[in-house]
């Protein structure tokens, strides 16, 4: 697509909501991380919701910390993001009310079936990456700052490294998402952390497997905020906190990410994580 064309579709996803309240319509516009938009489970929870309701949501999609940037320019009512540090600093600036459990799923490191790093099994991540690192096998980051961006340097903190060198290859088109991210790893027959309901939307057309899973440090917990009504004045706080119980109701937007996936994938791609659906199940925070 063109970069002009782009941009003006992008633009008038944003104009749109003020002209839809302009002329009553209740309207919402989220934005996500970019992993759950791929999935699809963002186009069923928005169309449910607005079938139960009338209230319209749409979506634009970034990483991360592109979505909250979004967010501190008053041009969205609500984010729902992946990486903890940026999210919490989010909300002391004041542009957001609170972080809200939504769901989660988890990271895997994937990398090519010969595996050069001899990973594949190892029970740490932490391990896998010291490896990788000290083999100087291929690695490639997304290096925008997204939730999974954010995941992945956590992850090489925690190995006390700092990835550097040729092996380490910061993609350049990552800002682009995780979709094309994995498909230029698979090309390079390199390594990368990916959550793994991208992975199973592309199994069939890769040839990466996943080699270290399972490991608590991989854990993917997917928030929501609203923004902030008293920081910025624009925002549709009302509805946003209607789509919000919507979302962390158990017999709702809970029971639609317990399901979604299932019998296309053979697996869940996100599990249920709110206050209310722990409760029902007598989990404890």
Same mark, same amino acid.
């Given at each position: 697509? +063109?970069?002009?064309?782009?941009?003006?579709?992008?633009?008038?996803?944003?104009?749109?909501?003020?002209?839809?309240?302009?002329?009553?319509?209740?309207?919402?516009?989220?934005?996500?991380?970019?992993?759950?938009? *791929?999935? !699809?489970?963002?186009?069923?929870?928005?169309?449910?919701?607005?079938?139960?309701?009338?209230?319209?949501?749409?979506?634009?999609? @970034? !990483?991360?910390?592109?979505?909250?940037?979004? $967010?501190?320019?008053?041009?969205?009512?609500?984010?729902?993001?992946?990486?903890?540090?940026?999210?919490?600093?989010?909300?002391?600036?004041?542009?957001?009310?609170?972080?809200?459990?939504?769901?989660?799923?988890?990271?895997?490191?994937?990398?090519?079936?010969?595996?050069?790093?001899?990973?594949?099994?190892?029970?740490?991540?932490?391990?896998?990456?010291?490896?990788?690192?000290?083999?100087?096998?291929?690695?490639?980051?997304?290096?925008? =700052?997204?939730?999974?961006?954010?995941?992945?340097?956590?992850?090489?903190?925690?190995? @006390?490294?700092?990835?550097?060198?040729?092996?380490?290859?910061?993609?350049?088109?990552? @800002?682009? !998402? /995780? &979709?094309?991210?994995?498909?230029?790893?698979?090309?390079?027959? $390199?390594?990368?952390?990916?959550?793994? $309901?991208?992975?199973?939307?592309?199994?069939?057309?890769? /040839?990466?497997?996943?080699?270290?899973?399972?490991?608590?440090?991989?854990? =993917?917990?997917?928030?929501?905020?609203?923004? =902030?009504?008293?920081?910025?004045?624009? &925002? +549709?706080?009302? *509805?946003?906190?209607?789509?919000? /119980?919507?979302?962390?109701?158990?017999?709702?937007?809970?029971?639609?990410?317990? *399901?979604?996936?299932?019998?296309?994938?053979?697996?869940?791609?996100?599990?249920? =994580?709110?206050?209310?659906?722990?409760?029902?199940? !007598?989990?404890?925070?």
């Amino acid at each position: 697509m +063109n970069c002009w064309v782009a941009v003006g579709l992008f633009c008038l996803l944003l104009f749109t909501p003020w002209m839809s309240r302009a002329q009553g319509n209740p309207f919402i516009l989220l934005a996500s991380t970019i992993g759950p938009i *791929d999935s !699809g489970i963002i186009d069923l929870l928005e169309n449910e919701f607005e079938r139960e309701t009338g209230i319209r949501v749409r979506h634009v999609g @970034a !990483g991360t910390g592109a979505a909250l940037d979004i $967010a501190r320019k008053g041009e969205v009512d609500l984010v729902l993001v992946h990486a903890k540090s940026l999210e919490e600093k989010f909300v002391q600036e004041g542009f957001g009310t609170e972080r809200v459990d939504l769901m989660y799923n988890d990271f895997v490191i994937v990398g090519p079936p010969g595996d050069p790093a001899g990973i594949k099994g190892m029970k740490e991540a932490t391990e896998a990456l010291k490896a990788i690192s000290q083999k100087g096998v291929s690695f490639i980051s997304r290096g925008d =700052n997204s939730g999974t961006h954010v995941a992945e340097m956590d992850l090489w903190k925690k190995a @006390a490294i700092k990835p550097s060198g040729s092996w380490y290859v910061i993609y350049e088109k990552g @800002a682009e !998402g /995780k &979709v094309p991210t994995l498909r230029y790893t698979d090309q390079r027959g $390199a390594y990368t952390v990916i959550d793994r $309901a991208t992975l199973l939307t592309l199994q069939g057309q890769i /040839k990466l497997v996943v080699l270290v899973e399972k490991d608590e440090a991989l854990l =993917n917990y997917i928030s929501l905020i609203p923004v =902030n009504l008293k920081k910025l004045s624009k &925002v +549709n706080y009302s *509805d946003a906190m209607t789509f919000v /119980k919507w979302l962390t109701s158990p017999e709702k937007g809970q029971k639609i990410i317990r *399901d979604f996936g299932k019998k296309e994938y053979g697996s869940p791609l996100f599990f249920p =994580n709110s206050k209310e659906w722990r409760d029902l199940q !007598g989990v404890k925070n």
